[in-house]
């Protein structure tokens, strides 16, 4: 899980703005996901890929976007349109096909102001 | 579509004993449990997962059961140390794909 990386580490918001989250592996794999994480909650999916140019809306899309333009990148846009967005976002990245293990990145805390 | 359900939500036991943790799944088309560790902070690992042909996989001081006619699956960690505090979280595959979904999480600790 050490190839996976995100950032910012942190990163503030107002209200009404768009904020993009940045997830880079050099895993090779060719799965990459987001999930979100409040407290007390599990981790829910927010968007996944399984191939360049494709992606897929899980539990949790409304208020967010993505794209899959290069195999090691996925990043995340949070929308104003999200109403509430403050919370630990995590990146995985698996393998792919039958490769079902996720590898997470060290997440992205945002706070809207 | 698939739900994960995870009990309890948390546990507390002392140093040396074993601790469970019980997760049941809907969908009987999923074929990997996952179980990750989560550290304050910190992202979540993979610990350990098994897959629906294996009834028990086992590592060191960690294991995990699998029951399909039930459909449910267990963590169990023996000789609990202070180090193993931290949330875990069990997963599921969903229907026909490569989603995981999760439970909610336990919260474990482990007192000296």
């Known amino acids: 899980d050490g190839g996976i990386t995100q950032s910012p580490k942190y990163l503030f918001r107002k209200e009404g703005q768009n904020v993009t989250l940045s997830c880079e592996q050099n895993?090779?794999?060719?799965?990459m996901y987001w999930y979100r994480q409040d407290p007390g909650q599990g981790l829910r999916l927010i968007y996944y890929?399984?191939?360049?140019?494709?992606?897929q809306k899980g539990d949790i899309a409304e208020g967010y976007s993505v794209s899959r333009e290069k195999k090691e990148s996925f990043p995340l846009t949070v929308t104003s349109a999200q109403k509430n967005p403050t919370a630990f976002y995590l990146c995985?990245?698996?393998?792919?096909?039958?490769?079902?293990?996720?590898?997470f990145g060290p997440g992205t805390r945002l706070t809207v102001l | 579509g698939e739900n994960v359900e995870q009990h309890p939500s948390t546990l507390s036991v002392q140093e040396g004993d074993s601790a469970v943790i019980k997760c049941t799944y809907s969908?009987?088309?999923?074929?990997?449990f996952p179980w990750y560790k989560q550290e304050l902070g910190k992202r979540p690992q993979l610990i350990i997962d098994i897959r629906s042909n294996v009834g028990e996989k086992k590592d060191q001081r960690i294991a995990v059961t699998l029951n399909k006619t039930a459909k449910h699956f267990s963590l169990h960690i023996t000789e609990t140390q202070p180090e193993d505090s931290a949330v875990y979280f069990c997963?599921?595959?969903?229907?026909?794909?490569?989603?995981?979904?999760f439970g909610t999480g336990t919260r474990l600790l482990v007192s000296p």
């Open positions: 997963a599921a595959t969903s229907t026909g794909f490569q989603k995981l979904v």
């Open positions: 890929s399984q191939i360049v140019n494709d992606f």
């Open positions: 969908d009987s088309a999923s074929n990997y």
């Open positions: 895993l090779n794999h060719d799965a």
């Open positions: 995985a990245s698996s393998a792919g096909l039958a490769v079902l293990e996720q590898f």
